[in-house]
Structure formats: structure tokens, C-alpha cells
């Protein structure tokens, strides 16, 4: 029979009682009557307490005493697991999931939509404000009263497109949007402050004329917007006689030097030719024919006529070497503004790097006009 522990909830736990039923004997004689129960001696009749002993875990039966009054919480039943209300939870969470994937692809699809047609529709107004440029320049290069300056169409447009001085032609706006575009995407720590757009009936006539004959000879007359930086005693010769090439053109002398051979120099980055204007901050912006262009190789020749040659400028790192003035006529005189100190810095460098060059004699572009 196993033994029996009882465990007083209130007493120290060091203290155990094993209480073992009595083994039950059979009785030899008769059953005692009340006088063998008087006369058993009292220390017979008490409980003695037993020493504790040690017993195995299998013969052991532990009961816990419930102090009097105490409430007994009996635990609520677990309720069996069902599989397909667990499925139909997860199969809810999956297609939640999913409708939410096909509304952010169906968002972004939509928006690359919208940046689609915006771009679309930014180069279909560009390419049709470029040509209604080409077709104005062309009915004022055409223009029967052409001063001595070749002159006839001259216009100030402020950052915001409002006319300052000449005609207040509504397209004068698409012409600085022309202008920042270029010109601020190059170079974002500066802002245009002024504009000057000019056309020399002169020159864009001598200009179409050497776009029509590279044309009949097959070269690429695909136009460019090149920046060309130089000082402000030069920009008015410019803008009436054009460029001028050293060595080539009569009467101009080398300025800078030809570092990487005779021709006029421009850039794509209006950043470069800022290093070049002598502490100004006016820059041209210039209409260019690049025609076949070669890797910048050092010449000093006199080019052969208008596609004799076998190229027609020189290209590297951003920078144009285009040996005919033909090539090339001034369209816009910028005045940028620099609007972060950044910018500051980067102007200054650029300036003592072009004085520098000046103190030592010699740069690595020319100023070559005059």
C-alpha cells in the first residue's frame, strides 16, 4: 500500500509528517471489549509522531491541505483546436496582404504614368518652343532693316520672365525657361539673375549658311547650347563681329594661349567657362555646330576650308575646340547669381585657378576671341 504525505499548507516546509495506515492483523482472540479499552495505558492511545523516513517518488502520494475558506479556481477548459477556422484566418491574411500589394503596384504604375506623360509632355513643349525660336530667329535674320551691328532683335528678361528692356513679347518667357534649364541643372549653386537674349542678323545668316553646306556634305549639324566665359570688355565685339580665332581671323592676337589647339573654346558645363571670365559674371551661351568632332589633339594649323577637312572640332571632358567661326554665333548673355556659400567657393576656386594660370603664363583654355 503506498505511503500517504499531508503537507500543512501553514507550516514550515521542513517539517513533514509520513503517516502510514495501519497494517491490518489478524486478531487471535476475541474482539476487546470496553474494559480492555479502559485498561490500555494513555501512551498507547496517543499519536506518536513517526521519524521521517525516505521513500521512493512511486510510493509516494502527495496531497496539498486546502486552508479552511480558501477558494479553489478550477481552470477553464482548453477548447480544441480548429484547423479550418485556423486556415480560413490565415487565407484572410494572405489575401489582405495580396489586395494590398496590387493597390501599391496599381499606385505606382499610376504615377510612373503621370511622370511619363509629364516628361512627354515637357519634350513635346520644348521641341515645339524651340521651333518657334528657329522660325523668329529666322524671320529677323531675314530682316530687310539690319543695322551696321547686324543687331535687329535685343531683349533683358529679369528670374522671373518679366521683360526689363526691348519688346514685351510673351515668348520671351519660353526663352529663359530655355536659359534656367541649361544653365541651372549644370551649376545648381547658382540662380540666373538676368537674361539677355540677342540676334544677329549678320551672324545667324552666316550661321545657316555653314548648317546648310556640312548638311549637303552628310557631316551632323545637330545644334548644341555651349557656354563660352570671357571678360565683360569683350561681350559687346562679340555680340557684333562674333568669335574670332587667333592665328586665323586677322588682327587677333593669342590671350590665353592654345593649349589644346587654335579654335574657340565652350563648354557643356557652364561651371568651366565661369573660370574664364575674369572676375566678371556674364557668360554667353552659344549656338554650336560641333560637326565631326576628334579627341583633343594639340594643333596649331590653319584649317582647311569648311568641310575639306576631315573634322571640325576637338572634344574631351565637356570642353569644345571648334575651329570655324562660322560654326558658332552668340545666343544668350547670362548674369548668374550665387546663392549659397558653397556656390561662393566654388566660384573663387575657379577664378584664382584662372588667375593662377595667368600669373604662370600659360592655361589649359583659351580666351580666344580677342
Same mark, same amino acid.
Given at each position: 500500500?503506498?505511503?500517504?504525505?499531508?503537507?500543512?499548507?501553514?507550516?514550515d516546509g $521542513?517539517?513533514i509528517?509520513?503517516?502510514?495506515?495501519p497494517?491490518?492483523?489478524?486478531?487471535?482472540?476475541?474482539?476487546a471489549g470496553?474494559?480492555?479499552?479502559?485498561?490500555t495505558?494513555?501512551?498507547?492511545?496517543?499519536?506518536?509522531?513517526r521519524p521521517?523516513?525516505? %521513500? $521512493?517518488d512511486s510510493?509516494?502520494?502527495?496531497?496539498?491541505?486546502t486552508p479552511?475558506?480558501?477558494?479553489?479556481?478550477? $481552470?477553464?477548459?482548453?477548447?480544441?483546436?480548429d484547423?479550418?477556422?485556423d486556415?480560413?484566418?490565415?487565407?484572410a491574411?494572405a =489575401?489582405?496582404l495580396?489586395?494590398?500589394?496590387?493597390?501599391?503596384?496599381?499606385?505606382?504604375?499610376?504615377r510612373?504614368?503621370?511622370?511619363e506623360?509629364?516628361? =512627354?509632355?515637357l519634350?513635346?513643349?520644348?521641341?515645339?518652343m524651340?521651333?518657334k525660336? &528657329?522660325?523668329?530667329?529666322?524671320?529677323l &535674320?531675314? @530682316?530687310?532693316?539690319v543695322?551696321?551691328?547686324?543687331?535687329v532683335f535685343?531683349?533683358?528678361m529679369d528670374?522671373?520672365?518679366?521683360?526689363i528692356e526691348?519688346?514685351?513679347?510673351?515668348?520671351?518667357?519660353a526663352?529663359?525657361?530655355?536659359?534656367?534649364?541649361?544653365?541651372q541643372?549644370?551649376?545648381?549653386?547658382m540662380?540666373?539673375?538676368?537674361?539677355?537674349?540677342?540676334?544677329?542678323?549678320k551672324?545667324?545668316?552666316?550661321?545657316?549658311? &555653314?548648317?546648310?553646306?556640312?548638311?549637303?556634305?552628310?557631316?551632323? @549639324?545637330?545644334?548644341r547650347? =555651349?557656354?563660352?566665359?570671357?571678360a565683360?570688355?569683350?561681350?559687346?565685339?562679340? =555680340?557684333?563681329?562674333?568669335?574670332l580665332?587667333?592665328g586665323? %581671323?586677322p588682327?587677333?592676337?593669342?590671350?590665353n594661349?592654345?593649349?589644346?589647339?587654335?579654335?574657340?573654346?565652350?563648354?557643356? %558645363?557652364?561651371?568651366?567657362?565661369?573660370?574664364?571670365t575674369?572676375?566678371? %559674371?556674364?557668360?554667353?551661351?552659344?549656338?554650336v555646330?560641333?560637326g565631326?568632332?576628334?579627341?583633343?589633339?594639340a594643333?596649331?594649323h590653319?584649317?582647311?576650308p569648311?568641310?575639306q577637312?576631315?573634322?571640325?572640332?576637338?572634344?574631351l571632358?565637356?570642353v569644345?575646340?571648334?575651329?570655324?567661326v562660322?560654326?558658332?554665333v552668340?545666343?544668350y548673355?547670362?548674369?548668374p547669381?550665387?546663392?549659397?556659400?558653397?556656390g561662393?567657393r566654388?566660384?573663387f576656386?575657379l577664378?584664382?585657378r584662372?588667375?593662377? @594660370?595667368r600669373r604662370?603664363?600659360?592655361?589649359?583654355?583659351v580666351?580666344s576671341?580677342?
Amino acid at each position: 500500500m503506498q505511503s500517504v504525505i499531508w503537507i500543512d499548507s501553514d507550516a514550515d516546509g $521542513s517539517e513533514i509528517e509520513f503517516v502510514e495506515p495501519p497494517t491490518p492483523q489478524r486478531r487471535k482472540g476475541p474482539l476487546a471489549g470496553p474494559s480492555s479499552i479502559v485498561n490500555t495505558p494513555r501512551a498507547d492511545k496517543t499519536k506518536k509522531k513517526r521519524p521521517l523516513v525516505q %521513500s $521512493s517518488d512511486s510510493e509516494i502520494e502527495i496531497i496539498q491541505a486546502t486552508p479552511k475558506g480558501a477558494k479553489i479556481q478550477k $481552470s477553464a477548459p482548453v477548447p480544441p483546436r480548429d484547423e479550418d477556422a485556423d486556415a480560413d484566418e490565415d487565407r484572410a491574411v494572405a =489575401l489582405a496582404l495580396q489586395k494590398r500589394w496590387d493597390e501599391e503596384d496599381a499606385l505606382a504604375e499610376k504615377r510612373a504614368k503621370e511622370i511619363e506623360d509629364a516628361d =512627354l509632355s515637357l519634350i513635346a513643349r520644348l521641341q515645339e518652343m524651340d521651333q518657334k525660336m &528657329a522660325e523668329k530667329r529666322q524671320q529677323l &535674320a531675314q @530682316s530687310r532693316d539690319v543695322p551696321d551691328d547686324g543687331i535687329v532683335f535685343h531683349v533683358v528678361m529679369d528670374a522671373e520672365g518679366k521683360t526689363i528692356e526691348g519688346d514685351d513679347d510673351p515668348d520671351n518667357a519660353a526663352h529663359l525657361e530655355e536659359v534656367k534649364r541649361d544653365f541651372q541643372q549644370a551649376l545648381a549653386c547658382m540662380k540666373i539673375k538676368t537674361v539677355h537674349w540677342f540676334v544677329n542678323a549678320k551672324l545667324e545668316a552666316r550661321f545657316e549658311a &555653314a548648317k546648310a553646306t556640312l548638311m549637303a556634305l552628310g557631316i551632323d @549639324s545637330t545644334e548644341r547650347n =555651349l557656354f563660352h566665359g570671357t571678360a565683360d570688355t569683350n561681350i559687346q565685339p562679340i =555680340l557684333k563681329s562674333g568669335f574670332l580665332i587667333p592665328g586665323v %581671323s586677322p588682327g587677333v592676337q593669342m590671350v590665353n594661349g592654345a593649349a589644346c589647339g587654335i579654335g574657340i573654346y565652350l563648354a557643356t %558645363s557652364p561651371a568651366t567657362s565661369l573660370g574664364y571670365t575674369q572676375g566678371a %559674371s556674364r557668360m554667353f551661351m552659344c549656338r554650336v555646330l560641333a560637326g565631326r568632332s576628334t579627341p583633343i589633339a594639340a594643333t596649331h594649323h590653319i584649317p582647311l576650308p569648311l568641310g575639306q577637312d576631315s573634322f571640325e572640332s576637338y572634344s574631351l571632358g565637356g570642353v569644345y575646340v571648334v575651329k570655324y567661326v562660322d560654326l558658332v554665333v552668340p545666343r544668350y548673355v547670362s548674369r548668374p547669381r550665387i546663392r549659397t556659400l558653397l556656390g561662393m567657393r566654388v566660384i573663387f576656386s575657379l577664378r584664382r585657378r584662372w588667375w593662377n @594660370s595667368r600669373r604662370l603664363g600659360y592655361n589649359t583654355m583659351v580666351d580666344s576671341e580677342r
